[in-house]
């Protein structure tokens, strides 16, 4: 049972365009929720989170929105660059329970110059 | 200052074996949590630790163990490996490992099972 999915396996932008990555969960129960970004060979690297309380949330080129009635987030990155070219991956967890984070399969985004 | 570092980098064992893998968290982090990553999919929650009592156990065989020592670095056990252990192995490091914290990962360890 997939509580987190990622439908776009991959995703190519022109450079200097908006990506838009997107996620969608099933567990009403997750509050927070993060988006990571992964090269090969290397560890995820956080990106930016939001709490369920907001329903957006900025860091300069990254911007998460977050829609609790569709279960639905979204990675918005203005102006893609090539270095954004990598897997990126959404996240949650809930406040109770286990304290861990559960993963989308993740996106690949290619941002061609 | 140092982030997440875990070792070795990669590894080769074959069926049968046992394998130990370490993490050092980011200094003054007091939880670790373990994850494994196959290829083509997220990473998956094993273990999660916070002075160096278990606070969560993902869905994993009792093949799978691990241990958080004084010092807030921890192990990965994994016996009688199957084929199917193959894997990116991340380690990811929290301040109190409490669920509204951002976790910080490491490179992790690559895994081969022969």
């Known amino acids: 049972d997939q509580q987190v999915k990622q439908n776009s396996p991959s995703l190519s932008v022109q450079e200097g365009r908006i990506s838009i990555l997107n996620c969608d969960y099933t567990?009403?129960?997750?509050?927070?929720f993060l988006w990571y970004k992964k090269y090969p060979a290397e560890g995820p690297t956080f990106l930016i989170s939001?709490?369920?309380?907001?329903d957006k949330n900025e860091d300069g080129r990254f911007t998460v929105f977050l829609n609790k009635s569709a279960k639905h987030l979204s990675l918005h990155i203005v102006p893609s660059q090539p270095g954004d070219s990598a897997v990126y991956f959404c996240a949650a967890s809930a406040n109770s329970g286990t304290y861990k984070y559960i993963f989308g399969t993740g996106t690949r985004l290619k941002v061609l110059a | 200052d140092a982030g997440v570092t875990q070792s070795p980098t990669h590894l080769i064992k074959t069926r049968g074996q046992h394998v130990t893998l370490r993490c050092s968290p980011i200094s003054g982090h007091k939880s670790v949590s373990w994850y494994q990553q196959v290829l083509g999919q997220g990473p998956q929650f094993i273990f999660q630790?916070?002075?160096?009592?278990?606070?969560g156990r993902g869905n994993f065989p009792d093949r799978f163990s691990a241990r958080q020592f004084p010092n807030y670095s921890s192990e990965l056990n994994v016996n009688a490996l199957l084929l199917g252990d193959s894997a990116l192995y991340l380690c990811?490091?929290?301040?109190?490992?409490?669920?509204?914290?951002?976790?910080?990962f490491g490179p992790g360890t690559r895994l081969l099972v022969l």
């Open positions: 630790y916070y002075e160096k009592e278990e606070r």
């Open positions: 567990n009403s129960m997750f509050d927070y």
């Open positions: 990811a490091s929290s301040l109190e490992g409490t669920p509204q914290e951002t976790q910080y």
């Open positions: 939001i709490s369920s309380i907001k």
